[in-house]
């Protein structure tokens, strides 16, 4: 079992930077493959960026590549996701996610443990 707990999101004007952390619980946190996920109002959830148990394979939305970047600190249990160059558009709840499973995914059905998300709001 793996417990998640989000922070670092607030209100940030456009251009600003914002760096999530998402602690995790549990002795096996360095066996899982980690993720980053979003919600904006009224739309679906989405995947934002992923990284492999060992922090070796990273992928990145389109719409993040280049302005975001995944990490994650093993001694720490805690995966981080750096926000540059925030848009409105990167207005959502986020969510970090974890996958019984050493490498990363897209899918959202292929993660089994969910945070409880951090809202993220870019003002124009």
């Known amino acids: 079992q793996v417990q998640l707990v989000e922070s670092g999101g607030g209100l940030v004007q456009a251009g600003d930077s914002l760096r999530l952390s998402c602690a995790a619980s549990g002795r096996t946190f360095s066996s899982y493959a980690m993720g980053w996920f979003r919600q904006a109002p009224g739309k679906e959830r989405e995947f934002v960026a992923t990284i492999s148990w060992s922090g070796g394979t990273r992928y990145y939305a389109d719409s993040v590549k280049g302005r975001f970047t995944i990490s994650r600190d093993n001694a720490k249990n805690t995966v981080y996701l750096q926000m540059n160059s925030l848009k409105p558009e990167d207005t959502a709840v986020y969510y970090c996610?974890?996958?019984?499973?050493?490498?990363?995914?897209?899918?959202?059905?292929?993660?089994?443990?969910w945070g409880q998300g951090t809202q993220v709001t870019v003002s124009p």
């Open positions: 996610a974890a996958r019984d499973y050493g490498s990363g995914s897209v899918n959202i059905h292929e993660y089994d443990y």
